[in-house]
């Protein structure tokens, strides 16, 4: 069984469209994440939740929205589709919070989605 | 602010040989440390840490990091490398603030 799985694993559209990406996890995590992993592989963390809260909201422009509907499943959303959102977008998973003493947990990824803006 | 570098883009080793991918970090506090390693078209995956205790981690595939405090270093070892070690190498650290990644070192292990 995969951990962490992402769908759809390629998306291919134009500028100006809305498009969501979905993540589900089964390893029983409290903490799940969105990276964005640009064409030079650097790896930034976009957002995190926690049991169905927002935790972390890195500067990303309010065109992604993030949502969490169980603890489990984590979709982002982005409206208005740019170039430069031309990426590969992570989910990932943690036991618990990715801070302080409870940061400790390894993350698991999901093999990402691959984001073209025509 | 928390930091990651790893000063080589490329480490190039001959199967058999032992491999070196060099990490630096800085971060306040007592930092938790990680390496991950990518392959093409796939997620990263988790290959050791460092928490606390014994300097010298041990982890999966035969990997291995040394955590030097006074160099502010943990640098991903193996003692031989494989082929199917090739792959994009992340290091990346905790401190008060979300896991903060390397930008990666290509590892290549030619045959």
């Known amino acids: 069984d995969t951990a962490v799985s992402q769908t759809p694993k390629y998306l291919v559209t134009q500028m100006g469209n809305d498009k969501s990406i979905k993540c589900e996890q089964n390893?029983?995590?409290?903490?799940m994440y969105w990276y964005k992993q640009d064409s030079k592989k650097f790896l930034k963390i976009m957002f995190s939740y926690n049991n169905k809260e927002l935790i972390i909201n890195e500067t990303v422009p309010n065109r992604f929205s993030p949502k969490s509907p169980d603890k489990a499943h984590l979709n982002l959303h982005i409206n208005s589709l740019e170039l430069g959102d031309s990426a590969v977008y992570f989910c990932?998973?943690?036991?618990?919070?990715?801070?302080?003493?409870?940061?400790?947990?390894?993350?698991?990824f999901g093999d990402g989605t691959r984001l073209s803006i025509l | 602010a928390q930091s990651v570098a790893q000063p080589e883009d490329q480490v190039n080793v001959a199967e058999g040989n032992p491999l070196t991918v060099k990490c630096t970090y800085s971060?306040?506090?007592?930092?938790?440390l990680f390496w991950y390693v990518q392959y093409p078209n796939r997620g990263l995956q988790f290959l050791l840490k460092?928490?606390?205790?014994?300097?010298l981690v041990k982890g999966s595939y035969g990997f291995e990091a040394e955590f030097n405090k006074s160099q502010t270093s943990f640098h991903l070892k193996k003692p031989s490398a494989l082929v199917s070690d090739s792959a994009l190498y992340f290091c990346a650290v905790i401190g008060n603030t979300p896991l903060v990644f390397g930008k990666g070192t290509r590892l290549s292990v030619i045959a």
């Open positions: 971060v306040s506090g007592n930092p938790y």
């Open positions: 990932a998973s943690s036991q618990d919070l990715p801070t302080g003493g409870r940061g400790n947990q390894p993350q698991h």
């Open positions: 460092y928490i606390t205790g014994d300097n």
């Open positions: 390893l029983g995590h409290d903490t």
